[in-house]
T-cell receptor
Framework: DAMVIQNPRYQVTQFGKPVTLSCSQT?????MYWYQQKSSQAPKLLFH???????NEADTPDNFQSRRPNTSFCFLDIRSPGLGDAAMYLC????????????FGPGTRLTVT | DAKTTQPTSMDCAEGRAANLPCNHS???????VYWYRQIHSQGPQYIIH???NNETNEMASLIITEDRKSSTLILPHATLRDTAVYYC???????????????FGKGTLLTVNP
């Protein structure tokens, strides 16, 4: 089945140690999104790619970066994770058509020790 | 995007209809109502969306009031697997600008009981 895949499902990193989360999709969607969801909170958009065009949300910290080497893959890099970055990170995709629904992966739960 | 108001939590008996309300009194004419749900430890899942007419698909029905200031998501025969947080989101369904965004509110935790 076509889907959005996130690896790993659980990631533990140390305070200040860079970490990369990955997302891949088989839907051939041209838009990919990264959301952060902290415990008991709603998902919050960090940034998205329309094809190779990167769009950062205004309040996304500089500590968060992203790469999209091709249509299928997108990476979230956290340069120096702090304890406050512990969260579920959700990848989503959609077509770039008016009102297209977003398809979410299962998420990667990041723990910072 | 217009803000939405949902109850924090609701209970429903298995096999009965679950009716989840959402208020969006400041909705604009070009804004659609979307519903997503998030089962525990999973990513959100699209359910349904509509503009002003009632909509139905294999998962649920969406009833939008005539003045469009509120809507109800109906799960006709709730099962234990429908226990989830349900998000009502109002969003412009036009290309361009910030219309790609899904701005999630707090949602409603629906608990389906055996």
């Amino acid at each position: 089945d076509a889907m959005v895949i996130q690896n790993p499902r659980y990631q533990v990193t140390q305070f200040g140690k860079p970490v990369t989360l990955s997302c891949s999709q088989t839907l051939n969607h041209n838009v990919m999104y990264w959301y952060q969801q902290k415990s008991s909170q709603a998902p919050k958009l960090l940034f998205h790619y329309y094809d190779k065009d990167f769009n950062n949300e205004a309040d996304t910290p500089d500590n968060f970066q992203s790469r999209r080497p091709n249509t299928s893959f997108c990476f979230l890099d956290i340069r120096s994770p702090g304890l406050g970055d512990a969260a579920m990170y959700l990848c989503a995709t959609s077509r770039w058509t008016a009102g297209a629904e977003q398809y979410f992966g299962p998420g990667t739960r990041l723990t910072v020790t | 995007d217009a803000k939405t108001t949902q109850p924090t939590s609701m209970d429903c008996a298995e096999g009965r209809a679950a009716n989840l309300p959402c208020n969006h009194s400041t909705i604009s004419g070009n804004e659609y109502v979307y519903w997503y749900r998030q089962i525990h430890s999973q990513g959100p899942q699209y359910i349904i969306h509509g503009l002003k007419n009632n909509e139905t698909n294999e998962m649920a029905s969406l009833i939008i009031t005539e003045d469009r200031k509120s809507s109800t998501l109906i799960l006709p025969h709730a099962t234990l697997r429908d226990t989830a947080v349900y998000y009502c989101i109002v969003r412009v369904a036009e290309s361009g600008g910030s219309n790609y965004k899904l701005t999630f509110g707090k949602g409603t935790l629906l608990t389906v009981n055996p």
